[in-house]
């Protein structure tokens, strides 16, 4: 069993070995792959070694070949049917992004609960009303779905999915769901990479004084 | 100076911490705050030791002063001012998206090259042309921009956001953005957590031997 943690960064390297290749580069050391997939070359070296695979002394890894042992360990060389839920601004955004289509995730449906909605084609794809789930789930073997609704309408988007025999969910609602054991929820955070910037931002604009400073302001009779 | 691993590791750690307070829930053990936030919480304590922070034992941590804590500690407590460049689907979910707000990020401008969008509201701002970028930034003193155009869009916008003199750039688009020393890109990549759910669902649908025979299929005559 590979830790959760190794698991984590697993599509990290292979988005940095996929940088490589497209670049023309075909061997890597470690610690230019650690360096391109921002990890120190010894955890690299480390979760490499759980895929079984240990670089060659004095020429590194294999680029080609290292993609393609973690993509098969990750299991993104299989077709993955994926359904989105909410066809807003994010759920348009969503079912356009090239980057799903190119790790084997297939957008086989586009539901919403707006019948303004219904019919609308979207990336090439018809949008249809959520009540069609289930017949969705049955035709594709659906196992991954995305909910891009409103925050108030997510928990019951999760329960009809679990309900159709969906065991992993891509939340990217504001809100918490709550599964039964056995489903995998994962939810994406946009402001995440945001604020590892702010935390970078702050300390070039003159560090952690004027953070600190700025800070005790902003908590004036708050938590502490 | 606090290791990357571990501040990229803070925004989760908040989140999580939040996630607890709307709860209601005011002290934790480390196990609690660890396991809400995925990972082992040997390495939480570590983390949070980097802050100086060590809970109280057999109380555990102070939810509200923990959150405080990090919150200074990544500068989320101070007010930052950003400027979204490509108003498309995503840059409309983006302007709309409640996680920036709250994080003490607020969307001064929203800017795009297409003439049609104009003058447009979006989550009550209004798109204005791209070449106001010089004066947005003045006027409001950005740090951080936030590219959501098409790839082939997002050098040019990258090398007028630094040209102006932006340090932090958060990038949707799918393409390898190239910067000067001292300017901090990230790039998001929405089919990461995705990948994650994919590598579970094949353990879950019957394990490595399925994949590993389908990797073999799809890669046939490939990288290997």
Redesign the interface.
Known sequence: MIP??T??R???Y??ALT?LADNGIRTCSSEDLASAA???SA?LRKDLSYLGSYGTRGVGYDV??L??QI????????D?P?VIVGI???G???A?????RS???RVVALLDADPALIGQTVAGVEVQPFDDLEEIVRTHDV??G?IATPAFAAQDVADRMVAMGI????NFA?A?LTVPE?V?V?????????????????R??GGATQ??A??AA??DG???
Chains 1, 2 share one sequence.
């Open positions: 959760e943690a698991v984590a697993l599509p990290v292979l988005r940088a921002g990890v120190n955890k080609d070949y993609r393609y993509a098969r360990e990750i299991g993104v060389t299989q993955w994926v807003g601004n994010l348009h955004a969503l356009n992004y090239s980057g799903f790790r084997g995730f196992a991954i995305v065991t992993s969910i891509l504001p918490v056995g995998d994962r939810k994406v955070d946009l402001s995440i990479e945001l604020q590892i910037l702010a935390y970078h931002e702050q070039k604009a953070g600190a700025a800070a902003a908590t708050g938590a502490a």
